[in-house]
């Protein structure tokens, strides 16, 4: 399974962004998807997952309410929609796949892909 996420650039507070990961090489039911990032100097952090049909999601406190994560099964392709953004949203974001669990923790996730820098200027 590879991932590609793709979407990120540099935005004003306030504004907004959609963060796409596609996924290929998938053979089996789809997996649930989530969205990690990693600010400069600071641990990866986990952001938003979805679960396998998209009725279930789960989001960290400091995006609830701004960032809405959903999928497109038919495409394999996760979505990051970012809106009222932050300085401190600025990160690189990747998108991760797990074969088993919904889960905030990284080390449930299977597969991994390069990330997507997302820069919020104040």
């Known amino acids: 399974v590879q991932l590609q996420a793709s979407g990120g650039g540099l935005v004003q507070a306030g504004e907004t962004l959609r963060l796409s990961c596609a996924a290929s090489?998938?053979?089996?039911?789809?997996?649930?998807m989530a969205w990690f990032r990693q600010a400069p100097g600071k641990e990866r952090e986990f952001v938003a997952a979805i679960s396998r049909s998209g009725g279930r999601t789960d989001y960290a406190d400091s995006v609830k309410g701004r960032f809405t994560i959903a999928r497109d099964n038919a495409k394999n392709t996760v979505y990051l929609q970012m809106n009222s953004l932050k300085p401190e949203d600025t990160a690189v974001y990747c998108c991760?796949?797990?074969?088993?669990?919904?889960?905030?923790?990284?080390?449930?996730?299977?597969?991994w892909g390069q990330g997507t820098l997302v820069t919020v200027s104040s």
């Open positions: 991760a796949a797990s074969t088993e669990f919904l889960s905030r923790r990284q080390n449930e996730y299977d597969y």
């Open positions: 090489g998938i053979t089996r039911s789809p997996y649930i």
